[in-house]
């Protein structure tokens, strides 16, 4: 008797269950787990966007090319500068014309989320602006460009509060007339910073995310004052996609323990394509070139999306490299501005459902309509063409929407840079302090 009940039961809940998939109310096991992997990425897509700050920069005029900002020297070395260290940055650029003439540069400080709230007299010593005098004319190139330095803090410019800061090149005098703007870094490495990452698996993900986590002490005049200190965290030198936390586990005092939550942990990052223009034969990155063209041309090996880039370029840091470019001579005024061709290959020669955007070292990593690619039906790829100087680059496709997981390649890279950055609110002088900076490979 009671078999033939639990059986008359099951033919209910299957009957049941029938009318449901009939209704539209009953899902298999598959849409169930697509489900919850869908509302899992809505929840951490929230809390990444309540993590992260805006960097909103003016872009490069079109008359502007191979903007450098480095550190020590060193092409490779983020702008990061300690305060009162006898350290400088060094700008480089080039003006895409036939004469030179003087510009000026313009300093700003800006909190944690890159808001300019301060007036100059607060943040720097000696003068408001200073003006760009070294400049020289190219030597012998195609295409003629004016190549300027800048290096501070000098006599003129020096900082008196840490932070983050926005440096602007303009027109000789005149604060609007916009050439480019650069972020670069003031520390007071006032404490030291303990920091690592720790892989942390994400469901729906193979590989696993990077989760940061810095600890330091506060200076001795600033302990216990736990809640005004924040530390921002930043992947392979994308200052404009920081993470940051304002919560310390606080277990250790005075020892504070940052670091994000899995949810907002670094995913997996493809690696960045590389460039190698500094020779102009094919060869290498070079399917073809034409110096006898004005400008001259190159046509590179398209880029596959199956493939993905090869894990093991040099890293640049994101930073343009065209020092050591030419064998010989002098490459900031020998080097060559060269119409490049790019290609890429989706899956299948198949265009994507959106735009597809070229985001390198050469336009500040920006998505600029000016770097929009076109779709060649006939050769199944997008192909854009781009002035660049002969030197080395970074660089990668994407679309805004990130909605084609194909652009982000098969592979993810290896030997990611992170950065940790500790702030401090200054009631003072309501804006944030950076207390100290670390950065590390893994």
């Not at 690592?196 to 193979?206: D, F, I, K, L, Y």
């Not at 030198?237 to 899995?262: I, M, S």
């Amino acid at each position: 008797m009671t078999h033939q009940v639990l059986r008359s039961h099951g033919f209910l809940l299957a009957a049941l269950c029938l009318g449901l998939l009939w209704l539209g109310g009953c899902v298999s096991t598959e849409e169930a787990n697509q489900r919850r992997a869908s509302a899992q990425e809505a929840r951490r897509d929230r809390a990444r966007a309540a993590s992260l700050v805006t960097l909103d920069l003016q872009p490069a005029r079109d008359d502007v090319g191979t903007i450098q900002l480095f550190a020590n020297q060193d092409p490779v070395e983020p702008p990061l500068l300690t305060r009162r260290s006898g350290q400088q940055l060094t700008l480089t650029f080039d003006l895409l014309a036939s004469g030179g003439r003087p510009f000026s540069v313009y300093f700003y400080h800006a909190d944690r989320n890159w808001e300019r709230r301060l007036a100059p007299a607060q943040y720097l010593s000696g003068f408001t602006r200073d003006d760009v005098l070294d400049y020289q004319i190219s030597r012998g190139t195609d295409v003629p460009y004016v190549h300027y330095t800048y290096t501070f803090p000098n006599e003129t410019i020096d900082f008196v509060l840490s932070g983050n800061y926005v440096l602007r090149v303009t027109e000789q005098g005149d604060e609007t007339a916009v050439l480019f703007e650069v972020p670069f870094f003031v520390a007071d490495q006032a404490t030291g910073l303990s920091f690592a990452t720790e892989p942390v698996m994400v469901p729906g993900s193979a590989y696993p995310f990077q989760q940061p986590v810095a600890v330091f002490q506060p200076p001795t005049a600033l302990e216990g004052d736990v809640f005004n200190f924040t530390t921002c965290f930043v992947q392979n030198a994308r200052y404009e996609q920081a993470r940051c936390t304002e919560r310390p586990l606080v277990t250790q005092q005075p020892r504070l323990r940052f670091f994000l939550q899995p949810e907002v942990a670094f995913e997996p990052q493809p690696a960045d394509f590389f460039l190698d223009l500094s020779q102009l034969r094919p060869g290498g990155d070079l399917m073809a070139t034409d110096l006898s063209a004005s400008p001259m041309t190159a046509e590179l090996e398209p880029d596959f999306a199956r493939l993905g880039a090869d894990l093991g370029t040099p890293r640049l840091n994101r930073q343009t490299v065209t020092q050591g470019a030419l064998n010989g001579g002098e490459p900031q005024l020998a080097g060559e501005y060269v119409m490049t061709r790019f290609g890429y290959v989706p899956p299948d020669e198949r265009p994507y459902r959106g735009d597809v955007f070229l985001l390198g070292s050469f336009n500040q990593w920006r998505y600029d309509p000016a770097y929009r690619m076109d779709w060649n039906a006939e050769e199944g790829r997008y192909e854009l063409d781009v002035l660049l100087k002969q030197g080395l680059y970074e660089y990668q496709y994407a679309t805004p929407e990130d909605t084609d997981t194909a652009l982000r390649g098969p592979l993810p890279r290896r030997n990611d840079l992170y950065t940790a950055l500790v702030y401090y609110r200054d009631l003072q002088f309501n804006t944030d302090r950076l207390i100290s900076v670390q950065q590390v490979v893994q």
